[in-house]
């Protein structure tokens, strides 16, 4: 067999890569029936509706740190002390006493509250935990401690009770199922075995 043979013999082993086509697996866009995964996260794809909610609630948290931010100020100014918020005005205690620093700890306390409780429920909602919607309408409340505060923390409220309600819809139920779906299939911790014998078997001595 000539040069001209062997070659062709190889060609027809290897396979003409000029002419043979490569099988690939397609893209995988998702995981598991009915679950859209999205190509830039790896994770259940984001819904629309659950991030309007988010945004509502984020927008409220928003709101009272505008609110404390401007408490702030006003008190640290003795001119404004008596009415920068509602609760020293019910108060009614004079500047600097010890009674007026338990009033600026409960203003710190109230303003905190009113900025984590709302965002949390945000942030967990983007994650797809469904508890978030108690944390939603826990939220409302925590917000409507704004009658403690100074007008700019009303604006808390109505956006804190949309977001609340926006995570109770049908997209935003059909969002959860999905990472409950995708959670469910990670992987189990491997059991870890307490009793593990070394060397030869009794059988096999």
């Known amino acids: ?3 001209d043979g062997l070659q062709a013999a190889a060609s027809a082993l290897a396979g003409d890569p000029a002419s ?5 697996l ?4 998702e995981l598991a029936p009915g679950i859209p995964i999205s190509g830039t996260t790896g994770q259940p794809r984001r819904g629309k509706v659950m991030a309007v909610g988010m945004g509502f609630l984020y927008a409220s948290a928003i709101g009272a740190v505008m609110s404390l931010a401007t408490a702030w100020w006003d008190t640290i100014h003795v001119a404004t002390w008596p009415h920068s918020i509602r609760l020293y005005a019910l108060a009614n205690v004079p500047p600097g006493s010890w009674q007026s620093v338990l009033l600026v700890i409960a203003m ?3 303003g905190a509250a009113m900025v984590t409780v709302p965002a ?4 967990n909602a983007w994650n797809g935990h469904r508890w978030s919607r108690i944390v939603g309408i826990v939220a409302v409340p ?7 505060m100074n007008p700019i923390a009303w604006v808390g409220v109505p956006l804190a009770a949309i977001g609340a309600a926006i995570l109770w819809t049908r997209p935003v139920t059909r969002y959860y199922g999905h990472w409950e ?4 299939g990670e992987p189990r911790r491997p059991v870890e075995y307490t009793q593990v014998v070394y060397g030869p078997l009794s059988h096999f001595p």
């Open 1 to 3: 067999m000539g040069s």
């Open 20 to 24: 043979d086509e490569i099988l690939t």
């Open 26 to 29: 397609p893209p995988l866009d």
């Open 108 to 110: 710190a306390l109230i």
């Open 120 to 123: 949390i429920a945000g942030f």
């Open 142 to 148: 925590i917000s409507g401690l704004a009658w403690f």
């Open 181 to 184: 779906q995708f959670r469910a």
